[in-house]
């Protein structure tokens, strides 16, 4: 089988680490790819949400299955431009359709899902520049803190937490008076701040059956403690331990279960994966948010664990035989530590020359995320750089070969946070 996987970051690499070790794989293609997936398969220069660029690749490619990684293709409607091909319809596409994807790209679409199911989650109202007057009312009256998200993608930024009403009224002006986020911001969900610990599940599912893949705890803040701005995620572990059997007991049947049951009566045509934000409150999950893909830098830890052949996972999601599949797992506590490019999230240089890539230990795995080669080198070429995935019998272990591996590994103003996972250390 050849395969196109769609993407150049943490994640992608993981994949086709992963994709690579299936017998099914004959020729591997990433898009754009990066310096670590050149080691796996051919990368092809090309924008992910270029469809004629994506359809070109695969024509040329011989493709046969398409594994879409990051939601704006996904959302934009890749998986129905492909159904609606001859030349690309045969192709198996992982990941779901637009409407699918909505569970990601509009964050009202996902409330009135989950209102609708009745999934736990935060109380919430709807509003845009129709009902902007009673909207302030609204917040003016809202318990603090207030959370404010904008309704489409906004690149992970459209989430703002507010610790006093003058702030919300702020904020709430600026993306719909102000197009704060553009089109995405045009519509914003208004909800109640919901105070708990954070856990992310993901499922694969074939829109009929699903499996459970490990469960992940990311680390979002730049700074140690959790202090600082927002990022992409600075480190994963996986498993969690307060996720355990009782917990994801009522996760199953509380969350998991709807939703798919959900999915099915809408009629949505959902083949791919479902990662689901979660939060436990006071011991009981509720749903904070959907995305349509999987996480990263989570991939990176989540994969590791998996022990079954990822492509005949694939191939059971696009063939609807899901419920064949038994999922074998890897006990190990896994734990990845994100390496960043100095002044990231904010302005950082790129083109700084990494060394160390080439150091090798049993237990762990360096994932590229924004790296490329030029002249033999590999040089930095993005916020988040690379990450550094290890197992061991115990967490502090696996952070502590990360670590290790890490002190060999350099580039000018390399940065990483020494403390992922420490609420379980
Ligand atoms: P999202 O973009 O929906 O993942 O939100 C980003 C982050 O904001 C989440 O990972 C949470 O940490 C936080 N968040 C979102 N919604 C809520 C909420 N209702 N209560 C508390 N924290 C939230
Ligand atoms: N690490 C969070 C995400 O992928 O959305």
């Given at each position: 089988m050849n395969i196109l996987i769609l993407g150049g970051g943490g994640r992608e690499h993981a994949f086709a680490w992963k994709i690579s070790q299936s017998p099914d794989c004959s020729g591997l293609f990433i898009a754009p790819g990066n310096a670590g997936t050149a080691a796996f398969g051919t990368n092809i220069e090309l924008i992910p949400t270029d469809f004629p660029a994506v359809k070109k690749a695969c024509v040329e490619n011989q493709i046969d299955m398409l594994v879409v990684g990051p939601e704006e293709p996904l959302v934009l409607g890749i998986v129905d431009f492909f159904t609606a091909d001859p030349e690309l319809s045969e192709i198996m596409v992982i990941g779901p359709t637009a409407q699918g994807a909505q569970l990601e790209g509009s964050k009202a679409f996902s409330k009135r899902f989950m209102q609708k199911y009745q999934i736990p989650t935060a109380g919430y109202r709807e509003f845009d520049a129709e009902n902007y007057t009673e909207g302030s009312d609204y917040l003016k009256a809202h318990s603090l803190p207030i959370v404010l998200k904008a309704?489409?993608?906004?690149?992970?930024?459209?989430v703002i937490i507010c610790n006093s009403h003058v702030e919300a009224m702020a904020e709430f002006e600026l993306m719909l008076?102000?197009?704060?986020?553009g089109e995405a911001g045009k519509r914003i969900v208004v909800e109640e701040f919901l105070d708990g610990i954070e856990v992310s599940i993901f499922l694969l599912t074939d829109g009929d059956h699903y499996v459970l893949l490990p469960e992940a705890k990311d680390y979002k803040?730049?700074?140690?403690?959790?202090?600082g701005p927002n990022t992409g995620g600075m480190g994963a572990v996986s498993p969690?331990?307060?996720?355990?059997k009782a917990f994801m007991k009522k996760v199953t049947d509380r969350i998991i279960e709807p939703s798919i049951r959900g999915l099915r009566e809408e009629g949505i045509d959902y083949r791919g994966f479902i990662f689901i934000g979660l939060i436990k409150v006071n011991g009981e999950p509720e749903v904070i948010e959907y995305n349509c893909r999987m996480g990263d830098p989570e991939t990176e830890v989540v994969l590791p664990r998996l022990k079954n052949d990822l492509l005949a996972l694939f191939r059971a999601v696009a063939e609807r035989k899901l419920d064949t599949i038994q999922m074998d797992i890897d006990p190990r506590a896994v734990a990845t530590m994100v390496v960043v490019s100095g002044g990231y999230p904010g302005s950082y240089e790129k083109g700084h020359t990494i060394s160390g890539?080439?150091?090798?230990?049993?237990d762990s795995l360096i994932f590229h995320s924004g790296t490329r080669i030029e002249q033999g080198k590999v040089l930095t070429q993005g916020g988040r750089v690379l990450c550094v995935t290890s197992y061991a019998e115990t967490l502090p272990e696996a952070i502590r070969k990360s670590i290790g591996v890490l002190h060999h590994i350099d580039f000018e103003g390399m940065y990483y946070r020494r403390d992922i996972g420490y609420e379980f250390l």
């Open positions: 309704d489409g993608l906004a690149a992970g930024k459209g008076q102000q197009n704060k986020f803040k730049i700074g140690e403690g959790d202090k969690v331990p307060f996720a355990d890539l080439d150091y090798k230990t049993k």
